[in-house]
């Protein structure tokens, strides 16, 4: 049973995230920004991926550390930061929530892909590809990490990353894809060896 966030049943659905929709949406917005770069030259879009990819993940590492972990004072702050991330960390196994919903992440790539044409142009739609691409794979890492035991090598790293996160040491370990800003910024839980 999910933390109930509304007492409005529409707005109570509105914070879910199934995987299926998840997958439905994502996969055919990443197709439709694929098929913008089909013009650039391929080196270009290619290192434009990338370096989109990239600032995915310093955005999805600062955002968990000094957005999503905000200490509000005020009980209007507090109800913000436990309805945007703080029902995570009281519920961290919600399959429903362990993604950010759509009402939310749509409105934020449509501004994000607007910023990136605005100043690169048609190089936009490359860079935004690969930060699409970056929250893709960290929501499908993210989440599991937090439904499933996989046998790979890094999917169990990773994993095991987070969840230490949530259940030993929350002011640690904020990446969740690229544990290297953690390691860089100083964030990084300590190993204890038994």
């Not at 691409?133 to 499908?140: E, K, P, R």
């Not at 790293?157 to 910024?185: C, G, M, Q, S």
Request: charged share 15%; glycine share 6%; hydrophobic share 50%.
């Amino acid at each position: 049973m999910s933390v109930r966030l509304f007492h409005n049943a529409l707005l109570e659905r509105m914070t879910f995230m199934p995987m299926s929709w998840f997958l439905s949406v994502w996969s055919v917005l990443l197709a439709v920004v694929a098929w913008q770069c089909g013009s650039l030259p391929i080196l270009q879009a290619i290192a434009l991926a990338v370096s989109g990819f990239v600032l995915w993940t310093l955005i999805e590492y600062l955002a968990h550390r000094f957005l999503f972990h905000l200490d509000l004072k005020s009980k209007w702050g507090q109800q913000f930061i436990f309805l945007i991330h703080g029902n995570h960390h009281a519920d961290p196994n919600d399959r429903m929530r362990n993604m950010m919903p759509l009402i939310v992440t749509i409105p934020i790539a449509a501004l994000i892909w607007f910023a990136l044409i605005r100043v690169l142009g048609p190089s936009g739609n490359a860079a935004f590809l690969g930060f699409v691409s970056g929250y893709f794979t960290y929501d499908l890492v993210h989440y599991a990490g937090h439904q499933s035991r996989s046998r790979n090598r890094i999917l169990t790293y990773l994993r095991r990353h987070h969840l230490k996160h949530h259940f030993a040491v929350p002011e640690h370990n904020f990446a969740i894809t690229a544990v290297f800003w953690d390691r860089l910024f100083g964030t990084q839980a300590p190993h204890h060896r038994r």
